[in-house]
């Protein structure tokens, strides 16, 4: 499946994005999607991923309560609403599609987007 990650953008310290993954042709029915960041300097980390019937979540320790990964059945798009972003949420954040939820949140594979930078100043 391709992906597309959309959304992302420059917001101060305390605001919200909202990004977007869209599956390019087809729905997202079967697929766990998830969502990973990368920094300048550091290595890929999971962010949150959702089951494919949208029943189960879950999230970084360091979104919890801030973030939320969202889907409306297999429909196009999967949502990640990001709220009260800090200065450390900034990188380029990309989408993964998997019909298996352990491959999804080890990151080593799925389909991937080609990502969207998120910026955040303080």
């Known amino acids: 499946v391709q992906l597309q990650a959309s959304g992302g953008g420059s917001v101060q310290a305390g605001g919200s994005l909202r990004l977007s993954c869209a599956a390019s042709?087809?729905?997202?029915?079967?697929?766990?999607v998830g969502w990973f960041r990368q920094a300048p300097g550091k290595e890929r980390e999971f962010v949150a991923a959702?089951?494919?019937?949208?029943?189960?979540?879950y999230y970084a320790d360091s979104v919890k309560g801030r973030f939320t990964i969202s889907r409306d059945g297999s429909k196009n798009p999967v949502y990640l609403q990001m709220n009260s972003l800090k200065p450390e949420d900034a990188a380029v954040y990309y989408c993964?599609?998997?019909?298996?939820?352990?491959?999804?949140?080890?990151?080593?594979?799925?389909?991937w987007g080609q990502g969207t930078q998120v910026t955040v100043s303080s």
């Open positions: 993964v599609a998997d019909p298996s939820m352990i491959a999804v949140r080890s990151g080593k594979k799925g389909s």
């Open positions: 959702i089951s494919w019937s949208g029943g189960s979540t």
């Open positions: 042709g087809r729905t997202f029915s079967g697929y766990v």
